[in-house]
């Protein structure tokens, strides 16, 4: 299971890319874990869900019933999560709705559960990074995708690379770490 992260208002060089590595991990039976927010997150569960074989799990910042979907603009995404075998899972009870500090606990789950975390856009200061933390304080790799050193949403993965994160060129950087 590994973990796909990255900024809400996402590129759309940021999507296509979250969206393709999600799916050809998925196609290698690798399970794609993200948040559902908008941006990388969706990319990233949508890769997983064009894949015939590939599951995904989203992990909710809030409860998991259906009239508590956030963000609503991804509930067709967490509908077809469901119907093909995924999962939809939060620590928060029912009619329990987002809140700011929800969000960097959901993002201990979402590095809790993988066995590796890729960062595919992060700002300077990014929830993303968060996510990336709290992975390499529980011993998991942590890759990311490499920009632009004029692009906002490079900033921080270009920071997690020069800090030690893996540099995820094409996807054999993940299968020999």
Known sequence: MFGMVGCRRATNNGKTLARAIAKALANRNINIISGLALGIDKYAHLGALDSEIGKTVAVLGNSVADEDIYPYENAKVFERILE??????????????????????????????????????????????????????????????????????????????????????????????
């Open 84 to 177: 093909k075998g995924g999962a939809i899972v939060s620590e928060y009870g029912f009619q329990t709705r987002p809140e700011r500090q929800h969000f960097p606990a959901r993002n201990r789950i979402i590095s809790g559960l993988s066995d590796k975390v890729i960062i595919v856009e992060a700002k300077k200061r990014s929830g993303s990074l968060i996510t990336a933390n709290w992975a390499l304080e529980q011993g998991k790799d942590v890759f990311a995708v490499p920009g632009s050193i004029l692009a906002k949403n490079s900033v921080g993965t270009n920071n997690l690379i020069k800090e030690g994160a893996f540099l995820l060129s094409n996807l054999t950087d993940i299968f020999y770490r």
